[in-house]
């Protein structure tokens, strides 16, 4: 494991975190480029400048631990946006997680004991091949293995376990989201998609539909969680 890390922006380099040697526990210094950002006191707020195209400020704040206090091992995202124009917006928060190739997305399904009605919703895309060979459906989840073709493949699942998980060289990434079962979301109202193609697997959360007022605001929550594969 390496000990340096860097949170770049299109490219720069605007957080380093490096180790502090010679201390008790694990302990690491930020050093941030842009005097707009900050430093809190177990994580750091990255804000990027007004959008004048969009109206819309954004920022990320990251926090090291969960919400509750009980699992220090972890990482809580923060995504905001916020109205800096005139007139109301109506939007999704919809971060993406950009994975290295060669590992296997994992994608679980909620039960549904019983019933008539239908179980799940499923967007497609003109490119997407229910029967590529990089997917797998079972009744409790989706699998989708990396393979370097040149073909792309995108699917958005409607209100699933709220988390998925990404396992590469005995490494696996945990993504956990909030998901509102009845509120509305983009895409035929799915609230997380993926994305495959040669160079990346794409997991992404999205927020409910929200109406957004002028000087108001939008956020959307993650916890990261990297452990060592089973």
């Not at 930020?30 to 809190?40: F, G, K, Q, R, S």
């Not at 490119?127 to 792309?152: H, W």
């Not at 709220?162 to 696996?172: F, L, P, Q």
Request: hydrophobic share 30%; glycine share 8%; charged share 30%.
């Amino acid at each position: 494991w390496e000990h340096e890390f860097q949170i770049t922006q299109r490219g720069e380099p605007i957080v380093t975190i490096s180790k502090e040697w010679m201390t008790w526990g694990d302990s690491y210094e930020l050093d941030i480029a842009n005097p707009a950002d900050e430093i809190l006191e177990n994580g750091i707020r990255i804000e990027q400048k007004e959008d004048p195209w969009l109206h819309v400020k954004k920022s990320i704040t990251l926090t090291f631990g969960s919400d509750n206090g009980e699992d220090k091992h972890c990482l809580t995202v923060l995504h905001r946006i916020v109205n800096t124009g005139t007139e109301k917006f109506r939007m999704s928060v919809w971060p993406i997680t950009s994975n290295a190739p060669g590992g296997i997305e994992h994608i679980p399904l909620k039960r549904y004991d019983g019933g008539a009605s239908h179980r799940h919703r499923f967007s497609t895309w003109f490119y997407t091949n229910l029967g590529d060979a990089r997917a797998k459906y079972t009744q409790d989840e989706i699998t989708l293995t990396y393979m370097p073709v040149e073909e792309k493949y995108k699917l958005g699942v409607g209100h699933p376990l709220g988390r998925a998980w990404y396992e590469k060289d005995g490494v696996t990434f945990v993504l956990n989201f909030p998901v509102e079962e009845d509120k509305e979301y983009p895409d035929g109202n799915v609230s997380y998609e993926t994305y495959l193609s040669k160079y990346t697997v794409e997991m992404e959360s999205l927020s409910p539909l929200t109406e957004v007022l002028p000087g108001e605001s939008v956020e959307h929550k993650e916890v990261w969680e990297l452990r060592k594969s089973e």
